[in-house]
């Protein structure tokens, strides 16, 4: 790990080797050649997406410093013909996963097949309405939202591999789930201890789906979603997950 970040104590020595950590300014390698790269910034034990983002999914490259910033593709609108998932204050207060199920089809976790979502993706649109119009709080500080993207994520945990990456949908749903700051320099700034143990568990989540599914390259998409967070994972994991699988039925 880097020098200025913690080690994750429950874990042991080992994983080091297995999870690199983002250090100063680590591009991640897009999908293809039209997604945008998240490189990511370490500073003062934080880890923040370089990019200006804010949970309602939009990117302002001004807020940077001029000389500060990395190069970084703008990312791109969302991707036509993906299924739009729209939650509003009422669906939120209720925990109600109805308007996800209805706009994806996904009525059972567990009859899901990853292929039509891999290639159509799934976004959002938070129709949310403030209380106080003046509250300067982004989405992902409403705790009422936070609570609606956690009950999402235990019903549907591999769900990150199926966003639309492009348009911004990674780095929302990480902000609803994982502790962080909003800072108008850098945008959104992660816990890095949250962040990393996030990361892993999705790798075991996602490379065990994928193989249950019978999906080529596993390693290859699973890979793509960690970098796309700013993390490298070595294949001594994949052999943990191997000798140690899920249970997904």
């Not at 998932?85 to 706009?103: E, G, H, M, Y």
């Not at 649109?125 to 992902?140: A, G, M, V």
């Not at 939202?145 to 009950?151: A, G, K, S």
Request: with cysteine; proline share 11%.
């Amino acid at each position: 790990m880097a020098s200025t970040m913690k080690p994750l104590l429950p874990l042991s020595p080992s994983l080091k080797q297995i999870i690199s950590p983002p250090s100063s300014w680590i591009s991640c390698k897009p999908i293809s050649d039209s997604f945008p790269c998240f490189p990511v910034s370490h500073q003062r034990g934080q880890v923040a997406v370089s990019v200006a983002f804010d949970p309602q999914g939009k990117f302002d490259l001004s807020l940077f410093d001029e000389g500060d910033s990395p190069e970084v593709a703008p990312p791109l609108p969302p991707t036509e013909g993906r299924f739009e998932v729209v939650i509003d204050n009422n669906v939120i207060s209720r925990l109600d996963l109805s308007p996800f199920q209805a706009a994806t089809g996904m009525k059972s976790p567990l009859s899901v097949n990853p292929k039509e979502y891999l290639e159509r993706t799934i976004g959002f649109t938070i129709n949310y309405t403030r209380e106080d119009p003046r509250d300067p709080r982004e989405l992902s500080e409403f705790p009422d939202i936070r609570l609606w993207f956690v009950r999402l994520d235990a019903t549907y945990p591999w769900l990150p591999l199926l966003l639309d990456w492009r348009a911004g949908e990674l780095a929302r749903y990480t902000a609803m789930l994982v502790p962080h700051q909003m800072n108008m320099k850098m945008g959104v700034v992660f816990n890095p201890e949250a962040l990393e143990l996030f990361v892993v568990r999705k790798v075991f989540i996602v490379y065990s789906w994928l193989k249950h599914h019978n999906i080529p390259k596993p390693q290859l998409k699973t890979n793509d979603m960690a970098k796309m967070l700013g993390f490298g994972i070595g294949d001594d994991l994949y052999d943990l997950i191997e000798n140690h699988p899920l249970d997904l039925s």
